[in-house]
Structure formats: C-alpha cells, structure tokens
C-alpha cells in the first residue's frame, strides 16, 4: 500500500515536475525567432519510388541484407542465423539474434517474412518476435488463418496487448513493423517512475496505440517491472521457426532535455520598473502607414499590446524606450520626443519591423 502510494506520488511530483519545466519564463516565447530549427531529415518512402527501402537518413541501419556484422547471438560470438539474398533467416536452435549496440527510446523500422510453406498451428506457426531492450517483446507471428490466443498473435504485445486489428499478410510475404517505444524509467532508488510506452504500425496500420507495458512480456507470466539499464541489446527471437528479417534501421529518440536546441536556455528579457504614471504615456491607438492599428492598453500597473486580430499581450519594459512581450517575441521601440511624449512605435517581430504613429 505504501508502495502503491509512493508510486502515485512520485508521477504526481513528475508531472508536475514536467508542467514546470513547460513554463520556465525566459525559455521560449510564441514564435520564438531564437528557437533552433529542428534537422532536415530526408524520409523513408514506402512505395516503388527511387528511394523506396532506404531508411531515413538520420537512421542507424542494423541490417542491410548484406552481412551480420552488427548483430552476435546470446554468448556475445557470430551468429549462426543465415544471409541470403538480402534477408536473414532464423536458424532453430542457434538462439536469439542481438544487436551488437545498444538502445532505449527509438522509433525502429522492420520487415519481416514468416515461412512461405505453412507448417505448425498457432504459436507454432511462424514464430518469432521484436524484443525492444531484450525484455518487451512484439510478437511475430503467422497469424493468416492461423488461430491463437488473442494476446500471442501477429503485432501482439505478447502475454498483454493483442494488436486493435489482423492487419497480417499471408505467408511467405513480406509485413513491416514500425514502431515508436518509450523505455520505462526507473528513479535513483530502483522504483518504477514510468512504464513503457510503445506504438506499432503492422504494415501501415496502427495496431498499438500507445499502450504503456504492465511489465517485461513473457511466457505464462506478467513479472513486473525490475530496474535496468537505459540502454540494452534489440533482440529477434528464435522460436524455432525460420522466419526472415530484412531492412532493420532505427532511431534513437531524444531523452527529456535532449531534444536540440531544446536544453539551452534562455534568460529573462530585463525588465526595470517604471513609475504607474509614467506607463500612461504609452497607452493608446497607433496606425501604421498601411493603415492597420494595434493599441497599447494600460490596466493597473500593466501595460498590454493589442493587436488587430483581438489578442493581447502583456510587456515588459526594458528601458523607458524599450519594450518586451512576456510571451511573443516581439520587442516593442517607442520613439519619444523632447517633452517626454510617445511619438511611435516600432514593432519587431520575425526579423521584420514596422512603425506606426501614436494617434
Ligand atoms: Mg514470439
């Protein structure tokens, strides 16, 4: 009971944590024209296009139907899984196949073919399986006219979720898996403070939306969750079945505070106080030649920008002549003449600038 509350806890202090984290001031405004742009990233095409196979550029290809090179089996020594023509093939017996490198978060590609020649029922029909991190497993399965439980067929998280639909292809054909996973997360203690969350494509179809895992998958048992490393092996799984993989590639998505440009931080635009009765200078309508206004409006101790399509803004000021949104990026110049008056008003927002009079 302690346990389960402490669980409740610790995501309640997370997302919160999380919310916090969301609305640091001084990190980015709306329309932030600091913000970093995110890669460019040419994508896979999965059609009959130039292109069509080729994994993203930005992708770690596992395998290319060339070689194991980057793949050894349970004793760390070559695996005895089989290449040809530009798949690997299953040998019964010779174990799980795993990735020489190691990973947690991804999104991975697969492609794979259960035997052309039907042979076995149920799990015994074409059975391999996806195992992300070596312990949540999706299963592979030929599941074409090929009844099983519910929760151990094709794209199944295996002994938890049965996929939403049978988007199988029959025999002998090559499917796609592209999947989208979540390691599960575990704090400084051992506890568990985020289960693992996975999104499956079978062939282009969504079959897992989002299910967080109860737990590593196994056989006639849900253990639960065990603290472990961030980062292990992917593994395929002998079943003993020859089923074949092609066209692995993968991407290891950004930890929290990772994703780039996303970890720097900006500071707090400077702000210095002005006096109540001076902020009533600013406060009024100002036209642009183009004839559009926006008004600055004083409310308490405030100052707000109004622009024309009704939405409204606080500013900071910067100095007497300078002002910031607290949540655009826009930066507002006042012109001020030798009595003190305000005069106009350039805005500067997104590497353009207009000015427009006080009326
Ligand atoms: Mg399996």
Redesign the pocket.
């Known amino acids: 009971m302690r346990n389960l509350l402490f669980f409740a806890m610790s995501g309640v202090l997370l997302s919160l944590a999380f919310q916090a984290m969301a609305q640091i001031p001084g990190k980015w405004k709306n329309h932030d024209t600091r913000r970093p742009e995110r890669p460019t990233v040419i994508p896979a095409i999965p059609s009959t296009q130039e292109r069509a196979g080729k994994a993203p550029s930005d992708a770690l290809v596992l395998f290319d139907g060339k070689d194991l090179s980057q793949w050894v089996d349970e004793k760390g020594q070559p695996s005895k899984w089989i290449v040809r023509d530009g798949y690997m093939e299953c040998v019964k017996g010779s174990g799980f196949i795993y990735s020489k490198e190691k990973f947690g978060s991804c999104q991975l590609h697969v492609e794979f073919a259960t035997p052309a020649k039907v042979e076995g029922e149920g799990?015994g029909r074409g059975?391999?399986?996806v195992f992300l991190m070596n312990l949540y497993?999706v299963?592979?399965?030929d599941s074409y006219n090929n009844k099983t439980y519910s929760d151990?067929q094709c794209a199944a998280i295996?002994g938890q979720y049965p996929p939403l639909v049978n988007a199988s292809l029959a025999p002998g054909q090559w499917q796609t898996y592209d999947i989208v996973f979540h390691r599960p997360r575990f704090d400084d203690r051992g506890n568990l403070a985020a289960k693992a969350v996975i999104t499956v494509f079978h062939n282009q179809v969504l079959v897992q939306d989002h299910v967080e895992l109860l737990g590593p998958t196994t056989w006639m048992a849900r253990p639960g969750y065990s603290p472990h490393a961030d980062k292990l092996p992917l593994g395929l799984?002998d079943?003993g079945n020859p089923v074949r993989y092609r066209n692995i590639w993968i991407r290891e998505l950004p930890e929290e505070g990772e994703i780039p440009g996303d970890a720097y931080t900006l500071g707090p635009d400077p702000v210095i106080e002005l006096k109540p009765e001076l902020l009533e200078r600013y406060a009024g309508v100002y036209q642009f030649p183009s004839g559009g206004t926006h008004t600055i409006i004083k409310e308490g101790d405030k100052l707000y920008l109004s622009m024309y399509n009704g939405h409204r803004a606080e500013i900071q000021p910067e100095s007497e002549t300078r002002f910031n949104a607290t949540i655009l990026d826009v930066v507002l110049d006042f012109a001020l003449n030798r009595r003190g008056e305000v005069e106009s008003m350039t805005v500067r927002h997104s590497g353009s600038a207009g000015t427009a009079k006080k009326n």
Do not use: A, M, R
Request: hydrophobic letters at 15%.
């Open positions: 799990q059975n391999s399986g497993e299963q592979v399965l151990g295996y799984q079943h």
